[in-house]
């Protein structure tokens, strides 16, 4: 596989807090590993917190992690980050290009950066190579209904991933990397934002739906009873999605809807209940490595889109499920 030799600069997320530590998130690390895979030169990381997890970093191949001096700013306000991360790389000046995630945040400091770079962004990308010393990166558009290539044609591209459309993986050694503390001169939009609160939605230690490796996704099948959906989810590590009809209904948390007015997931394996897969739900997980359904209507569309589907009733099928996951001590 084609590869550059410029070094590339990750913005890395951290979850935690000073007291209790910081980890680097699941998306960061797949970031880390896209880097690996487009580099054979230097991978440099900002982390955005006083101390970041270098042990876990150092496995993924950084050479240099950058801590900007926050002063006191947080980084949830986009424009914090994009100006750290626009001075690192006015500092360094040689990135071939800046990575981060694709998520609600990172969409709005890929855009914000890109300006300050006099470059271009792509965001929710799926997958990115090197194809003739330039970054091919491809997402899906037009409510899924297209695959669609992006170069970016001048400056440093500043690539937007989606979480988990890459697998993590170490690198053999790990490296030593070395902190660098800088000092960044917010611009206007950073310093004029004060975040008060922030509080973690239904999160009660389970994974974000789009960033979930395994998302369990309910619909009107599930004729409200989100049971079996809640049971598989735990038992596969997952985050529990739903279908507009499933919010409409009031069965679930609208946050929790999936497609053209929800969000988009792309897990690594992606499991429908009770879920027909019209075009307005599809579009929202055909970026999903692996699709599976099971639905009792032999003519849904979402069969048209699955790597594996069972035609059956859920209420049979997902308790079978479970009792051969548990077998096997999951
Ligand atoms: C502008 C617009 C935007 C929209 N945006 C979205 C969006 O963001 N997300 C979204 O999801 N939808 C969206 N929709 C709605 C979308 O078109 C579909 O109506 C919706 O996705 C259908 O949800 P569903 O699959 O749960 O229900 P259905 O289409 O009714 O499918 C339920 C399926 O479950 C099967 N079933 C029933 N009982 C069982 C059982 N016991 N076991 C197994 N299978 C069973 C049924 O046979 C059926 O195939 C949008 C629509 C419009 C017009």
Same mark, same amino acid.
């Given at each position: 596989?084609?590869?550059?030799s410029?070094?590339?600069?990750?913005?890395?997320?951290h979850?935690g807090?000073?007291?209790?530590?910081?980890?680097?998130?699941?998306?960061s690390?797949?970031?880390?590993?896209?880097?690996?895979?487009?580099?054979?030169?230097?991978?440099?990381?900002i982390a955005?917190?006083?101390?970041?997890? *270098? %042990?876990?970093?150092?496995?993924?191949g950084?050479?240099? #992690?950058?801590?900007?001096?926050? $002063?006191?700013?947080?980084? @949830? =306000?986009?424009?914090?980050?994009a100006?750290?991360?626009f001075?690192v790389?006015?500092?360094?000046?040689?990135?071939?290009a800046?990575?981060?995630v694709?998520?609600?945040r990172?969409?709005?400091?890929?855009?914000?950066?890109?300006?300050?770079?006099?470059?271009?962004?792509?965001?929710?990308v799926?997958?990115c190579?090197?194809?003739d010393?330039?970054?091919?990166?491809?997402?899906?558009v037009?409510?899924?209904?297209?695959s669609?290539?992006f170069?970016?044609t001048?400056?440093?591209?500043?690539?937007?991933?989606?979480?988990?459309a890459?697998?993590?993986?170490?690198?053999?050694?790990?490296?030593?990397p070395?902190?660098?503390?800088i000092? *960044? %001169?917010?611009?206007?939009?950073?310093?004029?934002v004060? #975040?008060?609160e922030?509080?973690? $939605?239904g999160?009660?230690? @389970? =994974?974000?739906?789009?960033?979930a490796p395994?998302?369990?996704?309910?619909?009107?099948?599930?004729?409200?009873n989100f049971?079996?959906?809640?049971?598989?989810?735990?038992?596969?590590?997952?985050?529990?999605?739903?279908?507009r009809?499933?919010?409409?209904e009031?069965?679930?948390?609208?946050?929790?809807?999936?497609?053209q007015?929800?969000?988009?997931?792309?897990?690594?394996?992606?499991?429908?209940?009770?879920?027909?897969?019209?075009?307005?739900?599809a579009?929202?997980?055909?970026?999903?490595?692996?699709?599976?359904?099971?639905?009792?209507?032999?003519?849904?569309p979402?069969?048209?889109?699955?790597?594996?589907?069972?035609v059956?009733?859920?209420?049979?099928?997902?308790?079978?499920a479970?009792?051969a996951?548990?077998?096997?001590?999951?």
């Amino acid at each position: 596989m084609e590869k550059i030799s410029a070094p590339i600069l990750v913005i890395t997320d951290h979850t935690g807090n000073v007291d209790d530590g910081f980890v680097l998130t699941e998306p960061s690390k797949q970031l880390l590993t896209l880097a690996g895979s487009l580099t054979t030169g230097r991978i440099d990381a900002i982390a955005l917190n006083p101390a970041p997890q *270098v %042990s876990e970093l150092a496995k993924y191949g950084v050479s240099r #992690v950058f801590t900007p001096d926050l $002063e006191g700013l947080s980084p @949830r =306000v986009a424009a914090v980050v994009a100006d750290a991360a626009f001075e690192v790389a006015r500092q360094e000046a040689q990135y071939a290009a800046v990575l981060n995630v694709s998520n609600y945040r990172g969409r709005e400091v890929a855009a914000g950066l890109a300006v300050r770079l006099g470059s271009g962004a792509v965001v929710d990308v799926t997958s990115c190579v090197v194809a003739d010393g330039q970054f091919e990166a491809q997402k899906s558009v037009l409510a899924g209904t297209w695959s669609t290539k992006f170069k970016v044609t001048r400056g440093t591209p500043v690539i937007g991933l989606r979480p988990s459309a890459v697998e993590a993986k170490e690198v053999g050694e790990p490296t030593e990397p070395e902190i660098v503390p800088i000092k *960044v %001169s917010y611009s206007q939009p950073a310093v004029g934002v004060e #975040v008060i609160e922030s509080i973690e $939605e239904g999160g009660q230690g @389970r =994974v974000s739906l789009t960033e979930a490796p395994v998302v369990v996704c309910g619909g009107r099948g599930t004729d409200g009873n989100f049971s079996l959906v809640d049971e598989l989810a735990n038992a596969l590590g997952g985050a529990v999605g739903s279908t507009r009809v499933a919010a409409d209904e009031g069965w679930i948390d609208r946050s929790t809807q999936i497609g053209q007015t929800g969000v988009s997931v792309a897990p690594n394996l992606y499991i429908g209940l009770g879920v027909s897969g019209a075009v307005h739900h599809a579009c929202g997980i055909q970026a999903s490595r692996h699709i599976v359904a099971v639905c009792d209507d032999p003519d849904a569309p979402i069969f048209e889109i699955v790597d594996f589907g069972v035609v059956g009733d859920i209420n049979e099928v997902v308790p079978e499920a479970l009792a051969a996951l548990r077998q096997k001590g999951l």
